[in-house]
C-alpha cells in the first residue's frame, strides 16, 4: 500500500495515487467540504494548495498558504508597489500606486486569499486592476486572463472595425496582420480599413 494513502494535508486527504507524470505523482484527495480532486503530490507537501478551492475550508487555514500561488501574487504586488529597485515600480509605487491595509499587514495573505476565493480565482487568471490610477483593493481588482488584462492596460491602443471598438493587438492576431506595420500605416492617416488593405495588398506582392 502506497505510505501517503490516508496522510491529510491542510484540509484534504489523500485517498490513492493516479499517476506519475512529467516527474510528478498525482494523488486524487477528498477535500474536508466532500469535493474530490486530484492534485500534485509536492503541492500538497509545499502547502501550496490546502483545499479543493471550491469551498471556504481554506480561508480558516493560515498555515501553508505562504507558498501558495496567491503568496507569490501578493508579494509581487508590495514589491511593485513599495521597492523601488523593482524594474516597475515606476509605473506603481513611482506613480501612488498602493496596496490596501487589510491585504498588509500579520493577516493580509489570509485576508487576500478570502477575497481571492469568493471572487473567482483560479490559477489560469492573473489579478488586474479595474481602474489603473487607483490600487490594489478589492473595490478595484479582478481576477481576469491575459487577455484581458492586456486589453485592459492604459497604452492599449483601440480601434473601430466593423462598428465594434477592439484593441489593436487582438484584431491584428486575429487576421495575421504585423501589429506593427499597422500601427505605422494609422499613425500616418490611414484608416483601419485603408492599413489592413494596404498591408494586405504589400503583402500579395512580396509572396
Not at 498555515?63 to 524594474?87: E, V
Not at 486592476?129 to 479582478?142: A, H, K
Request: charged share 25%; aromatic share 12%; with cysteine.
Amino acid at each position: 500500500m502506497n505510505k501517503n494513502i490516508g496522510k491529510k494535508f491542510g484540509h484534504l486527504t489523500i485517498l490513492k495515487f493516479v499517476i506519475h507524470k512529467s516527474g510528478f505523482d498525482y494523488y486524487l484527495c477528498k477535500c474536508d467540504c466532500g469535493n474530490e480532486k486530484v492534485i500534485r503530490y509536492d503541492h500538497l507537501k509545499s502547502g501550496r494548495t490546502v483545499s479543493c478551492s471550491k469551498c471556504q475550508f481554506g480561508a480558516a487555514y493560515k498555515h501553508g498558504l505562504s507558498h501558495s500561488r496567491l503568496s507569490f501574487i501578493l508579494a509581487g504586488m508590495k514589491q511593485r508597489c513599495y521597492n523601488p529597485k523593482t524594474p516597475h515600480f515606476e509605473r506603481y509605487g513611482g506613480r501612488g500606486i498602493t496596496v490596501c491595509e487589510e491585504w498588509l499587514g500579520n493577516d493580509g495573505l489570509l485576508n487576500f486569499y478570502n477575497w481571492a476565493m469568493s471572487d473567482g480565482y483560479s490559477e489560469d487568471l492573473t489579478i488586474d486592476r479595474i481602474n489603473n490610477n487607483l490600487g490594489y483593493s478589492p473595490e478595484n481588482c479582478r481576477w481576469a486572463t491575459r487577455e484581458e488584462q492586456v486589453n485592459n492596460r492604459k497604452n492599449t491602443i483601440f480601434v473601430k472595425f466593423n462598428d465594434e471598438k477592439i484593441p489593436l493587438g487582438r484584431l491584428c492576431v486575429k487576421f495575421k496582420l504585423n501589429t506593427h506595420l499597422i500601427y505605422i500605416r494609422l499613425m500616418k492617416g490611414q484608416t483601419i480599413d485603408e492599413a489592413i488593405a494596404n498591408y494586405k495588398k504589400r503583402r500579395t506582392i512580396y509572396e
